[in-house]
């Protein structure tokens, strides 16, 4: 998709995004309470905040948070529910960070990590993290494990929603060599034009994240299954990783240890 921008999806999807069935099937109030207990005592940054699903219920818990977004038309949403407007928000590539201060919780959820598009922007995202967690700081991020099952010769066609009046699905292709992803979502209704919800991802794989974490000084905390705090496992479909950074040595040289000096023996003639 040569016109596709980091802007695409969401000012695209932005309208409809909180109707859609795989959004309105996730489990936003599980997500927000395990956020919130792990959220600290500092600010909260969200990456990808878009139409403020998860940040205006955090913030409604007490917590001070913040975002980041390239899409306007999805803040713009956010702003136009109770307790969106009172969200502090900076606008551009969240790969970057450009946001002052530090953060106790960073997070992304939902796949967004993703929409980086090369694994050096996703190595970049993660030191600009590390520079912005406090010291008992942790990141957050909800991932997909990839399926390769349901693609056949790396494209895969799907219903997302039939009904007499509406169909939702998708056209996908798949590069593994690449692990990347090229998708749009069509929508047709009854009597309308067709809409079109184009998105691209650059996955990683937990260990992938994994380094780059060690690339950045962070390392994992946790892992689980799911915002239950499910066991994460080989059948485990997506990942919440928690990162932590990396305890820097104390200053100066390590101290000596002690030596003991045994008393010499004379020799007697």
Request: glycine share 8%.
């Amino acid at each position: 998709m040569a016109d596709y921008e980091p802007s695409t999806y969401g000012d695209k999807v932005a309208d409809i995004y909180d109707a859609l069935p795989y959004v309105a099937a996730r489990p936003t109030e599980a997500t927000v309470e395990f956020l919130a207990s792990i959220a600290g005592k500092r600010r909260v940054l969200e990456l990808g905040i878009g139409t403020g699903r998860i940040a205006i219920p955090l913030a409604a818990k007490g917590f001070k948070v913040c975002g980041l977004d390239v899409s306007e038309k999805m803040v713009a949403r956010m702003r136009a529910k109770p307790g969106g407007d009172a969200i502090l928000v900076e606008f551009g590539n969240f790969g970057d960070v450009k946001i002052g201060g530090k953060f106790s919780l960073i997070y992304v959820v939902f796949n967004t990590f993703f929409s980086l598009p090369t694994q050096d922007e996703q190595v970049r995202c993660f030191e600009r993290i590390a520079k912005h967690l406090t010291d008992d700081g942790v990141f957050a991020i909800e991932g997909f494990v990839p399926d390769l099952g349901r693609y056949d010769r790396g494209q895969r066609v799907g219903a997302i929603n039939v009904s007499a009046e509406r169909v939702l699905f998708e056209v996908t292709q798949h590069d593994v060599s690449a692990q990347y992803i090229r998708s749009v979502q069509v929508e047709i209704r009854d009597g309308e034009a067709a809409r079109l919800y184009p998105v691209q991802l650059k996955y990683a794989l937990p260990a992938e994240l994994d380094l780059m974490a060690r690339l950045s000084g962070m390392r994992l905390r946790a892992r689980y299954g799911g915002w239950n705090r499910e066991p994460f496992n080989l059948a485990s479909q997506l990942h919440v990783s928690l990162y932590e950074l990396v305890p820097k040595p104390p200053n100066g040289p390590p101290p000596k240890k002690p030596t003991s000096k045994r008393p010499s023996r004379r020799r007697r003639s």
